[in-house]
């Protein structure tokens, strides 16, 4: 078993080298998102990008929470290098590649380096802002501007950032931001400028600030698509790292698939320079068809399979995928009742989906459901929410039924040592990862429902009346789904006791 860890000392003098060069190179981009996707995903590309010659900056990365300063550590003590393994079928072949990323020539937590933060923002050279925040983080809360300390949301320190680089250019109108945020959001760009321009409000920043915004800063409305899986089972790493010969906690794992598509004019080839690296990324007139079907066809797969999937003790996508009943149930919710509350060709859509049903059945990623299930209260929203909306004058269809009964019973929660904790229907526990007012309230029903004695359906219907998850009253808007989202959760925890009795 090798202790060596990845770091500069691995990749030799030529290496070393190479990370000289890359630390020295000016910072053309400034990420807010330490994770696993964009790590597989952007940073990705702009070393293949970069490789080539063709970009020549380095990137900057912080995280977007306090939280997250251990990974943000971590990624520095190895001198912000990381493996990524990119598995999967290409051409119905299997295809394995490992490459050691070099692309980030500062690494640093902006919570104890603020000032780091606020003088990358006023660098000459800097261009581009990317995030991934999950969807729960583009979102506007209330919070006060303290001089000298970061903003706890993302949209509040992105305000702060644009200011410092306002004040320090003096409203220069070149001196404005691209900014790609790759959140899963629908308009996820427009989204991000409102909620900046609501801090801006809330500060009483100046109005030619507010201008300068407006007029010479661009947020990039974009759709992300590639399956990021983070670090696999503890046998392949330690196997890898056998080979290898050094060990990389940061290790990432991805399928081959990647789309990026953003809406914006082919001339913005110059400010990201990826298509010319035979990447495929595309700049559009109009996102919302590549919107549309990629979040409620993948995605709401995704997130309809993770939730009732966990509720029954499944562990994994493919898992899921080959279960002969909630494979079959995945296939035929996109088939039957997503598809056709799309406005799109039916058989462009169906081709679409044949190939997302093959991308979940990689048989080289294990695709963790509890990984996918983080943030589902806002992912069900985006992903699944718009496809029962088409159904609100009608009975809800079965798929869809499932996955909303899917959600209220995995979020049947209650406060523990670890956080908010659920039992599925075998009695395993697992911890929910949320937005932590929310899983308060929902933690809330569920203990006065268990104190009072209440019905199951009761329940229900009090979780579906609130507005701050769903964005409406769901009682008011498909009456009878309380009870059928009852009867359903009824039925499987029935079926489970006769199956283990």
């Known amino acids: 078993m090798t202790s060596v860890r990845l770091g500069q000392e691995v990749l030799g003098e030529s290496g070393k080298e190479r990370l000289e060069a890359l630390r020295s190179a000016p910072v053309t981009v400034l990420q807010i998102g330490e994770g696993n996707f964009l790590r597989g995903f952007v940073d990705l590309m702009l070393y293949e990008s970069r490789k080539k010659g063709i970009y020549t900056g380095s990137v900057a990365v912080v995280q977007p929470r306090p939280g997250g300063k251990p990974k943000i550590e971590a990624l520095a003590e190895q001198d912000g290098l990381y493996t990524v393994v990119v598995r999967g079928l290409e051409a119905g072949k299997p295809v394995e590649r490992k490459e050691v990323v070099e692309i980030f020539g500062r690494v640093f937590d902006p919570y104890s380096n603020w000032e780091t933060f606020l003088d990358i923002a006023k660098g000459p050279e800097l261009r581009v802002v990317v995030s991934n925040t999950t969807e729960a983080g583009i979102a506007y809360r209330p919070e006060a501007l303290v001089d000298g300390q970061p903003a706890v949301s993302y949209p509040g320190k992105l305000t ?155 562990k994994e996508v493919r898992e899921t995928m080959e279960h002969p009943e909630w494979g079959a149930l995945v296939k035929r919710t996109i088939g039957q009742e997503i598809i056709p509350s799309l406005p799109y060709d039916k058989q462009e859509l169906e081709s679409y989906a044949e190939e997302v049903a093959g991308r979940f059945l990689n048989p080289f990623i294990r695709h963790r459901l509890s990984d996918i299930a983080m943030n589902s209260l806002s992912k069900f929203k985006t992903r699944l929410l718009p496809s029962i909306a088409f159904y609100y004058e009608n009975d809800l269809p079965d798929g869809l039924l499932h996955g909303l009964a899917g959600l209220l019973r995995y979020y049947k929660i209650a406060s523990g040592e670890d956080g908010f904790e659920g039992h599925d229907l075998n009695g395993e526990r697992y911890i929910v990862k949320d937005d932590a007012v929310l899983l308060e309230t929902i933690a809330e029903v569920w203990a006065a429902a268990e104190g009072q004695h209440q019905p199951l359906q009761e329940t229900l219907r009090k979780l579906l009346a609130l507005e701050q998850l769903w964005g409406v009253d769901l009682n008011a808007s498909a009456p009878g789904l309380a009870e059928a989202a009852a009867n359903l959760i009824a039925q499987w925890e029935e079926t489970d006791h006769e199956q283990r009795s």
């Open 160 to 314: 702060q950032l644009l200011y410092a680089r306002y004040l320090a250019f003096d409203g220069d109108k070149t001196r404005g931001l691209y900014i790609f945020p790759c959140e899963l959001l629908e308009r996820n760009g427009d989204a991000l400028k409102e909620c900046v321009l609501h801090y801006c409000k809330d500060w009483d920043l100046p109005e030619a600030f507010v201008q300068w915004v407006l007029e010479h800063n661009r947020f990039l409305n974009s759709l992300v698509d590639r399956i990021v899986t983070g670090y696999p089972d503890e046998a392949q790493a330690e196997a890898w790292f056998k080979e290898w010969g050094y060990r990389d906690p940061m290790l990432t794992t991805a399928e081959p698939y990647h789309l990026w598509v953003i809406e914006g004019e082919p001339e913005l080839e110059n400010v990201l320079p990826l298509v010319r690296s035979g990447l495929n990324v595309h700049w559009v007139e109009e996102l919302k068809p590549y919107q549309q079907r990629k979040v409620r066809i993948l995605n709401g797969a995704h997130t309809l399979m993770a939730l009732v999937g966990l509720v029954h003790g499944l």
